[in-house]
C-alpha cells in the first residue's frame, strides 16, 4: 500500500479516531466518581477594595456549581453537562471539555470575604472583598 491508498487513508483516520475515543473515555471516567476531570482556566484582578476572579465556564449551570473558601483557598468545583442534542448525535468533534472540573486558588494572606458571584456570558464572576 502506498501513502496515497485510500485503505491506508482509513486506516489512519480509524487509528485517530480510537485515540480520540479513549482520550474521551479517561475525559468521562471518573475513578471512584469524585475527581475532577478538567479544570477552568482563571483571570484574577486586584482593585483597591476587592480581588476579582473571573472562571470560563460556558454551558455551565447554577446549580451545577459550588463555590467554598476554606482558608486562603478558593474552590469551584461543579459539573459541565453534555448538551441534551449530542447525547443521541454523532459526535463529529469535542473540545470543550466536560464533566466534573474543580480548581483551586490559592487567595493572599489577608483576610477576604465573597461578597458576589454570578454566571456572566459563560463566565463566572467571583468578588472578594478585603477586609
Same mark, same amino acid.
Given at each position: ?53 473571573? =472562571?470560563? /465556564? ?6 451545577? *456549581? ?7 483557598? #478558593?474552590?469551584? &468545583? ?30 493572599? =494572606?489577608? /483576610? ?6 454570578? *454566571? ?7 468578588? #472578594?472583598?478585603? &477586609?
Amino acid at each position: 500500500m502506498t501513502t496515497s491508498d485510500p485503505r491506508r487513508i482509513m486506516w489512519n483516520e480509524a487509528l485517530a479516531m480510537i485515540a480520540r475515543a479513549e482520550q474521551l473515555h479517561q475525559r468521562f471516567i471518573e475513578p471512584g466518581g469524585s475527581g475532577a476531570c478538567w479544570e477552568p482556566p482563571v483571570d484574577i484582578f486586584e482593585t483597591a477594595d476587592e480581588f476579582w476572579i473571573i =472562571a470560563a /465556564l460556558p454551558g455551565v449551570e447554577k446549580d451545577d *456549581l459550588k463555590l467554598s473558601i476554606d482558608g486562603d483557598v #478558593l474552590r469551584v &468545583a461543579g459539573r459541565r453537562r453534555l448538551h441534551v442534542a449530542a447525547r443521541t448525535a454523532a459526535v463529529h468533534r469535542l473540545e470543550i471539555p466536560y464533566g466534573r472540573f474543580e480548581r483551586s486558588i490559592r487567595l493572599p =494572606a489577608q /483576610l477576604l470575604t465573597l461578597d458576589r458571584s454570578e *454566571l456572566v456570558n459563560g463566565c463566572l464572576v467571583i468578588r #472578594l472583598g478585603k &477586609a
